[in-house]
């Protein structure tokens, strides 16, 4: 199984700042053939059904706000809220789609400061 | 705009079987595959296994021989069973629908399934 690994596990970033997710696999998630990334982000608040944020590395979700955007190749992975909101606190997930079975980073808590 | 429910059980018993549906609406659960993903507290998310609207299944290796999956077409429904749970199984468990390949679109709220006596 191909393991995903969150950095940081939580993070506070002040209202309006930037806030930084990072995502290692344990081995590429770059398909040659299409050039393709299959790394997706997800965002989890209680009580929600869980949220697709980003897919294919850096492509947007239809309706998800263009303060998230996903950036890396191969093997390492980033999330960025360029402007952090109260309605961003929750807990967000890296996947990998590349090989089965799916599998999931640790998550990584996004408070308020 | 399509939406999945979860049913079933929220307390199962050590070594019994735990069964949920999922309750798909606003969409056809024809055409497409449904996962079951699973979330211990304090851990991360786990990928149960999924099923195709005909009926073929695949399994996460580390479930596979606890698991099975099938599908009502007629009540867009698709269903989980996991057999001899024991303590390791309390989760939130989540069903979904997936677009390309293991990309999940659409989830459900999650409903918590404690295994406890």
């Known amino acids: 199984d191909i393991v995903m690994t969150q950095s940081p596990d939580s993070l506070a970033v002040s209202l309006g700042e930037r806030a930084t997710i990072n995502c290692k696999s344990s081995q590429s998630v770059l398909y040659r053939s299409n050039n393709q990334n299959y790394l997706a982000w997800y965002q989890l608040k209680p009580g929600q059904p869980p949220k697709l944020l980003i897919y294919w590395a850096s492509t947007r979700e239809s309706g998800v706000p263009d303060r998230f955007s996903g950036s890396g190749s191969g093997t390492d992975f980033t999330l960025t809220i360029s402007s952090l909101q109260a309605e961003d606190v929750a807990v967000y997930y890296c996947q990998q789609y590349y090989s089965t079975p799916p599998t999931f980073g640790g998550g990584t808590k996004v408070e308020i400061k | 705009q399509v939406r999945l429910q979860e049913s079933g059980p929220g307390l199962v018993k050590p070594s019994e079987t735990l069964s949920l549906t999922c309750t798909v609406s606003?969409?056809?659960?024809?055409?497409?595959?449904w996962s079951w993903i699973r979330q211990p507290a304090g851990k991360g998310l786990e990928w149960i296994g999924r099923?195709?609207?005909?009926?073929?299944?695949n399994y996460n290796p580390s479930l596979n021989s606890r698991v099975s999956m099938s599908v009502d077409t007629s009540k867009n429904q698709f269903s989980l069973r996991l057999n001899s749970v024991t303590a390791a199984d309390t989760a939130v468990y989540y069903c979904?629908?997936?677009?390309?390949?293991?990309?999940?679109?659409?989830w459900g709220q999650g409903t918590l399934v404690t295994v406890s006596s």
């Open positions: 606003g969409g056809s659960i024809s055409s497409y595959y």
């Open positions: 979904a629908r997936e677009g390309a390949g293991y990309l999940f679109h659409y």
């Open positions: 099923i195709y609207s005909s009926g073929s299944t």
